[in-house]
């Protein structure tokens, strides 16, 4: 929580009835171990709010290291939050959307211009996937992955794993470009040289060329 001088010591968010928001393995801050409880990953991977319901209050979306995306429901308001103690999988094919390479961290974003949030992520594999919102306005759908940018994983050029993504104008054209964080691991003269690089892929789709001639008009 924001204050005029700075930041008050963090707090743990908690469900309603005090429990850790896990999604299976988690750290125990009293036993001071890693214990395995009940969920639908080995760990949490990330936490994104998101009006999901469109109740006017913000939810979690949460996704996991084996890339599955859940949902929990912020039964209270939108300044009193309070998380329902259940995870509520992303309805998608099959029952659950998610993230085939792992490590699913969503930026919500609309794609392709429909007026509907979708999802896109980078992964445990490398590359970035997309998912298309076909669901409507407080009860979203999202389709199997399309593949953005497909992964290079471990290559002597490319890009690597573990990527990370921001979505964006980066080059003011009027389409969403992509800003790429990832890992990389060679080996060279018999050592393992591992660093981060950071990917701009610009668009170039047509949807670029009809907003460049609008402003032009």
Known sequence: MGQADGFQQPEMIRDKDGG?????????????????????????????????????????????????????????????PVFATQLTPLEGPGGEAGFSAGYAMPVL?????????????????????????????????FETETVLIPSSAMKSAGIGTRTQVAVGDYDGDGDLDLLVGDYESNKVSGEYVRRGNVWLYRNSSARAVEASAKRAK
């Open 20 to 80: 850790l928001m896990h999604t299976g393995r988690y750290w125990d801050f009293d036993e001071k171990a890693h214990l395995q409880g009940d969920g639908p990953g080995q760990r949490l991977y990330s936490a994104v709010p998101f009006d999901i319901d469109e109740d006017g209050d913000l939810d979690l979306l949460i996704g996991t290291d084996s890339g599955g995306l859940h949902v929990r429901i912020n039964e209270g308001s939108k300044t009193k």
């Open 109 to 141: 974003v609309d794609w392709n211009g429909d007026g509907l949030i979708d999802l896109v992520s980078g992964g445990k594999k490398g590359g970035v996937t997309w998912l298309l919102n076909t669901g409507e306005s407080g009860a979203p759908y």
